[in-house]
């Protein structure tokens, strides 16, 4: 099985960035889609971007398309998101998930990943 360790968050000022890091174990992530999620208190989570096992397709939410941008590099078995020009509204506990064997240009449902990290803080904040 899958295990997903997230990393990377913390606190940073509006228009800052942030890389989040997505670290694997317990398989290879080539075979894997990841998507990265994220939940703001008192909002239901929701998806932010994906990419698909080959890493050719990805997918953004509107509201991160053009300042957002999902990775995966196999040799290092880590998943990423870059994040820049943040904005207040970012903030949230990010997670990364993953399924096996996954091509399609559209990111899934969240009951569709299998495999989910434990999250990691984001504030976006002056």
């Known amino acids: 099985q899958l295990q997903l360790v997230e990393s990377g968050g913390g606190l940073v000022l509006p228009g800052g960035s942030l890389r989040l890091s997505c670290a694997a174990s317990?398989?290879?992530?080539?075979?894997?889609?990841i998507a990265w999620f994220r939940q703001a208190p008192g909002k239901e989570r929701e998806v932010v971007s994906c990419?698909?096992?080959?890493?050719?397709?990805?997918s953004y939410a509107d509201s991160v398309k053009g300042r957002f941008a999902i990775s995966k590099d196999n040799a290092k078995n880590t998943g990423y998101l870059q994040m820049n020009s943040l904005k207040p509204e970012d903030t949230a506990v990010y997670y990364c998930?993953?399924?096996?064997?996954?091509?399609?240009?559209?990111?899934?449902?969240?009951?569709?990943?299998?495999?989910w990290g434990q999250g990691t803080q984001v504030t976006v904040s002056s």
């Open positions: 990419i698909s096992s080959s890493g050719g397709k990805t």
């Open positions: 998930a993953a399924t096996e064997y996954y091509s399609g240009s559209y990111c899934l449902d969240q009951t569709e990943y299998y495999d």
């Open positions: 317990g398989s290879t992530l080539e075979y894997y889609a």
